[in-house]
């Protein structure tokens, strides 16, 4: 009997302990100008992560245009370009936050071919970006299909015109991950969606303005109030393209990502 309450108090102590044990983070990430890596730092600062950046052996230092000449060879041919071996053992982390920029709608080649040479199986990961526009959720399902013995959670993405708002953001995203501790502002769920109204999508153009890569106009809407205004998440004419809008009481209202 006192063998056995033994066994259970060492029982009891190893499951505490687990629970107690600070879980190891590996921040590993792609930028090409530094979007993604002021995300990926924020992450390393917030949560004392270790960081280490993916680095192809032919780097794309061009300018934009060059890169896009490259990367159209790349995509034509099928080649993913080689990227260095990375130096950290995955064994030695509970959880990856795995970052790149969003290139042609989704990973951009150099962290899409490192996915090549990591197995992330049983990890959990937690996918960042940054975009112009938008890319997060095809970029999300490109990662689970390249890695999918992972336990690949919700991401984090931001275009790259709203650096400003990354450590408010990501404070925010890993206290709502439960990954720091923290209080934050519970959001309302948004409203059902709706029309939208002359007002509304008058909005809807200011946010996204002469964005060149927006051609869609708006059609439904939901809203919901946050601190200091209104999000919006407005339908659009193409099948499947929604776009986040944020209206700042007394401000211009800008866009936040496209869904597409
Ligand atoms: C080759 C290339 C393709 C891109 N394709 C997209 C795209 O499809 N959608 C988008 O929203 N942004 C696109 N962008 C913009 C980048 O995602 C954006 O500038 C990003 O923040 C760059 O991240 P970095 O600074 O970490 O390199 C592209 C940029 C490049 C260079």
């Known amino acids: 009997m006192k063998k056995l309450l033994l066994m259970i108090a060492a029982t009891l102590m190893a499951v505490s ?6 879980p190891k983070y590996l921040v ?3 930028s090409q100008t530094n979007t993604t890596k ?7 600062k917030k949560l004392g992560a270790d960081i280490e950046e993916i680095t192809p052996v032919n780097p794309y230092n061009g300018t934009y245009e060059e890169t896009i000449a490259r990367c159209m060879r790349e995509r034509e041919s099928g080649e993913l370009p080689e990227v260095n071996p990375i ?59 390249a890695q999918p013995k992972a336990n690949i959670l919700s991401g984090y993405g931001v275009r790259a015109a709203r ?22 502002e519970e959001y309302e769920a948004f409203s059902a969606v709706r029309p939208a109204s002359e007002a509304e999508v008058a909005i809807f153009n200011a946010a996204v303005g002469t964005y060149p890569m927006i051609q869609e106009k708006a059609t439904n809407v939901a809203s919901r109030p946050i601190p200091g205004g209104t999000e919006y998440l407005f339908d659009t004419n193409a099948p499947g393209i929604k776009i986040y809008v944020v209206a700042p009481n007394g401000k211009e209202p800008y866009f936040t990502r496209v869904v597409r």
């Not at 650096?163 to 934050?184: C, H, N, Q, S």
């Open 87 to 145: 130096a950290a053992n995955l064994d030695d982390y509970d959880v990856i936050f795995f970052g790149y920029p969003i290139w042609f709608g989704t990973i951009a080649l150099p962290a899409a071919s490192a996915l090549k040479n990591v197995d992330f199986s049983g990890k959990t990961v937690v996918p960042f970006c940054s975009f112009g526009s938008g890319g997060l959720e095809a970029g999300i399902k490109d990662l689970k299909a």
């Open 17 to 22: 302990c687990a629970q107690d044990k600070t």
């Open 163 to 184: 650096t400003d708002a990354i450590p408010a953001e990501v404070d925010r995203f890993l206290k709502e991950g439960g990954f720091i501790d923290g209080d934050y």
């Open 28 to 30: 590993l990430y792609y």
């Open 38 to 44: 002021a995300v990926a730092e924020e992450l390393c």
